[in-house]
């Protein structure tokens, strides 16, 4: 299992129409390293601290759902992950689980929320039909629960349920 890419971007590249296409990318969004925040996102990310994404801070995608050459920059998720299978689960079935990731600098633990639903976008960014091939593939949506930094390269993965939530 590793970490193939990792994506700290400052800037939304898909506004407007798709058929407009994205804006550039800025310099420096892939990155070897990320500092992880619990409830915040990843440090420098265009998502983290944001009220409106707190539920979705972090987004995590398998490497084996994309076609060959495409990556974060144009899928605009901030995890690439390969070989990620807990026995006959794949990445895109861990909804309502905790996902922990250790690549060398101790446990990153993050709860997995919700799909992460591909768009119109991924037809421009990606290439024709990607929108429809990335249904129930497109990746994962996820709150951290630790501070800590994630990189580059091997990974250590392991998976726990997700407590219940407090009773109000």
């Known amino acids: ?24 990318a800025p310099d420096g969004e892939l990155v070897p390293e990320v500092r992880v925040r619990a409830g915040l996102g990843i440090v ?45 689960k794949t990445l895109d079935d861990l909804v309502g689980a905790v996902l922990t990731l250790d690549s060398g600098d101790g446990p990153v633990r993050l709860a997995v929320r919700r799909a992460a639903n591909p768009c119109a976008w991924m037809d421009v960014s990606i290439g024709p039909g990607a929108w429809k091939a990335l249904r129930g593939r497109g990746g994962v949506r996820c709150v951290p629960l630790d501070d800590g930094i994630l990189r580059v390269g091997p990974v250590r993965a392991t998976l726990e349920d997700l407590p219940p939530a407090p009773q109000r």
């Open 1 to 24: 299992m590793e970490i193939v890419e990792l994506l700290a971007s400052p800037a939304h590249r898909f506004e407007g129409r798709p058929a407009d296409g994205p804006a550039p």
């Open 44 to 88: 420098g990310d265009r998502y983290f601290n944001h009220a409106a994404h707190r539920d979705a801070a972090i987004t995590v995608i398998a490497r084996e759902s994309l076609p060959d050459g495409a990556g974060l920059a144009q899928a605009r998720r901030n995890i690439l992950v390969a070989g990620l299978r807990f026995g006959e």
